[in-house]
């Protein structure tokens, strides 16, 4: 499997940013997809996840009311819709592909295959 993560931008305090994982290789209709995050000199930190059939989700305590994921299997591609966007929300967005089975989605460990990552900079 192959990600691309795009989406990612300068936007002020406040604003939106719309970030997409789009797979190829094969279909991730299977997968459990994740969105992580590193900021530079900080460990790379669980953002959101999603179960294959898109009926679970899973945010971090900081994104949670601000941070929504989502999928469109007919696209192969997820989606993390950021509003309320914060300056310590700057970093660079990594979308990730698991096999979904039972577990915490917020462990990178437990994630196969990573996209290129997409830098979100947010003013103040």
């Known amino acids: 499997v192959q990600l691309q993560a795009s989406g990612g931008g300068l936007v002020q305090a406040g604003g939106s940013l719309r970030l997409s994982c789009a797979a190829s290789?094969?279909?991730?209709?299977?997968?459990?997809m994740g969105w992580f995050r590193q900021a530079p000199g900080k460990e790379r930190e669980f953002v959101a996840a999603?179960?294959?059939?898109?009926?679970?989700?899973d945010y971090a305590d900081s994104v949670k009311g601000r941070f929504t994921i989502s999928r469109d299997h007919a696209k192969n591609t997820v989606y993390l819709q950021m509003n309320s966007l914060k300056p310590e929300d700057a970093a660079v967005y990594y979308c990730?592909?698991?096999?979904?089975?039972?577990?915490?989605?917020?462990?990178?460990?437990?994630?196969?295959?990573w996209g290129q990552g997409t830098q979100v900079t947010v003013s103040s």
């Open positions: 290789g094969r279909t991730i209709s299977r997968y459990a």
């Open positions: 999603i179960s294959s059939s898109g009926g679970v989700t």
């Open positions: 990730a592909a698991r096999i979904d089975y039972s577990g915490s989605y917020a462990l990178p460990q437990s994630y196969a295959y």
